[in-house]
């Protein structure tokens, strides 16, 4: 049922640029490579992208489909990697991998 929502959102949300605008990071930055599984359309990859980039500590998210790779910038003092795994999973996606 969260997988519904979440596809119901996404294009509204893309449709109506409610992703925030970020300044730059401030401070120290990582990135990390998520495999994941779940992604059936392109909509899927991009809303993702909109989702994380929500998040506090998120500087920026790139989903690839049909590959399933999600490269996220983030800012670790503020959120772990395990924390943004832990959202993409209540998303409905499945990772298979980090990196």
Known sequence: MLRRRFLQFVP?????????LKAAAKGKSEIVTYRVKGFSCITCATGLDT?????EGVASSKSTYPDG???VDFDPDQISKN????????L????????
Do not use: N
Request: hydrophobic residues 55%; glycine residues 10%.
């Open 12 to 20: 509204l949300a893309t449709a109506l640029g409610l992703a925030p």
């Open 51 to 55: 989702m994380l980039s929500r998040q």
């Open 69 to 71: 790779i999600v490269k």
């Open 83 to 90: 924390q943004i795994a832990a959202f993409i999973e209540e």
């Open 92 to 99: 409905g996606f499945t990772i298979e991998g980090v990196s």
